[in-house]
Nanobody, 124 residues
Framework: QVQLVESGGGSVQAGGSLRLSCAAS?????????MAWFRQAPGKEREGVAA???????TYANFVKGRFTISKDNAKNTVHLEMNSLKPEDTATYYC?????????????????WGQGTQVTVSS
């Protein structure tokens, strides 16, 4: 099993920026891990935001393209999400996820391991 710990959430005004980080640890970590960020707003389904694999290939949800950037440090098994031009609708709990494959996915069922989440609040 992989343990995932997120950090970097907080409150920001619309148009501002935040950077989320997620550190992976545990005996199941491997160099082929793909990692992703999901988010869940109150009363809504958890949705994929961005994913990245060990080759630095990425995929993004349409609603964050051009605003968010995902990056991964393979040596440290960490993933970051740089969020710019934040909107009130970006308010949610953001979760880090990992899977032992290089296939990129924004589907919740693709991921085996999950972090506890970090809150992001964007005020208008």
């Amino acid at each position: 099993q992989v343990q995932l710990v997120e950090s970097g959430g907080g409150s920001v005004q619309a148009g501002g920026s935040l950077r989320l980080s997620c550190a992976a640890s545990g005996t199941a970590t491997d160099n082929n891990m793909s990692m992703a960020w999901f988010r869940q707003a109150p009363g809504k389904e958890r949705e994929g935001v961005a994913a990245i694999n060990r080759y630095q290939s990425t995929t993004y949800a349409n609603f964050v393209k051009g605003r968010f950037t995902i990056s991964k440090d393979n040596a440290k098994n960490t993933v970051h999400l740089e969020m710019n031009s934040l909107k009130p609708e970006d308010t949610a709990t953001y979760y880090c996820a990992a899977q032992s494959t290089t296939i990129l996915s924004l589907l919740r069922e693709s991921y085996r391991d999950w972090g506890q989440g970090t809150q992001v609040t964007v005020s208008s």
